[in-house]
């Protein structure tokens, strides 16, 4: 039986997930029992999720089963320390990354909106922009207007709609809005439109800000530098803004479906 699409239907937290397969090897590695079709649904899900597949510990990847971790341990390290101390080592930069965002719990539902796309750019984009608001509020300020443009383009291209090379953060908006009948000019309420209005100005000043004070050009001697704070609300409003557009395009691919079903 295949497994369903990562992120569909599951309750259990990806760092749940991780902190699971590190404790199964953990004990695999030290005279106990880890069940090994456990062991490959874990590791299928967590290969497969771009959210953590680029910090899984490099030894997950090739040991398609727990039969093959064995010997690559008994290699490592004779001692059980020293194969637990080896394992917790490597799972720690992904269980950081995962504890950092749970610390977060306004990012939370943003991240699982974005993960609707299962597409790896956006979730690299949108990690590094977490990952940095605090040590990079430039380069964080840098990822969350790529990710923006990445989901963009991404429901831009689902949708078989063209856009030019070097098209801009506003432009790509402006685009994907009409496409979503998220424009301004689409509406007549004046609550709506001043609302859609509000978000257009939002992306247009994420992509200033960015320009200002993120890392996408030189800097002179009085330069601005971004602060964590900047850094938070500019990766916030970016998220926030990408995660409105999936749920919308999500939302208009369902009903189209359904209309067709």
């Given at each position: 039986m295949s497994l369903p699409p990562w992120g569909a239907g599951d309750e259990e937290s990806l760092i749940d997930k991780v902190t699971r397969l590190q404790n199964g090897l953990v004990a695999r590695a030290t005279g106990g029992n880890f069940d090994d079709d456990e062991y490959k649904q874990l590791r299928d899900e967590l290969t497969r999720n771009p959210m953590t597949a680029?910090?899984?510990p490099a030894f997950v990847r090739p040991c398609r089963d727990t039969s093959q971790f064995w010997p690559y341990i008994q290699?490592?390290?004779?001692?059980?320390?020293?194969?637990?101390?080896?394992?917790?080592?490597?799972?720690?930069?992904?269980l950081d990354q995962l504890e950092a965002q749970e610390n977060s719990p306004g990012t939370e539902p943003i991240t699982e909106a974005l993960e609707v796309l299962d597409a790896e750019h956006v979730a690299v984009a949108w990690t590094k922009a977490l990952e940095r608001r605090t040590d990079d509020p430039d380069g964080a300020i840098t990822a969350a207007r790529t990710m923006l443009e990445t989901v963009c383009k991404h429901i831009l291209d689902d949708a078989e709609k063209a856009y030019p090379d070097d098209v801009d953060l506003p432009r790509l908006w402006g685009m994907t809005a009409e496409l979503l009948n998220l424009a301004p000019n689409q509406h007549q309420e004046p609550v709506f439109?001043?609302?859609?209005?509000?978000a257009q100005a939002v992306v247009g000043n994420l992509a200033a800000i960015r320009n200002k004070a993120g890392d996408a050009h030189g800097q002179g001697r009085t330069g601005i530098r971004a602060q964590p704070r900047h850094a938070e609300l500019a990766v916030n409003l970016?998220?926030?803004?990408?995660?409105f557009l999936v749920s919308t395009w999500q939302h208009r691919s369902k009903k189209t479906a359904d209309w067709f079903s």
């Open positions: 680029g910090k899984l290699i490592e390290h004779a001692q059980y320390q020293g194969r637990r101390v080896h394992i917790w080592d490597a799972f720690r930069p992904l439109k001043a609302i859609l209005g509000n970016a998220g926030t803004m990408a995660s």
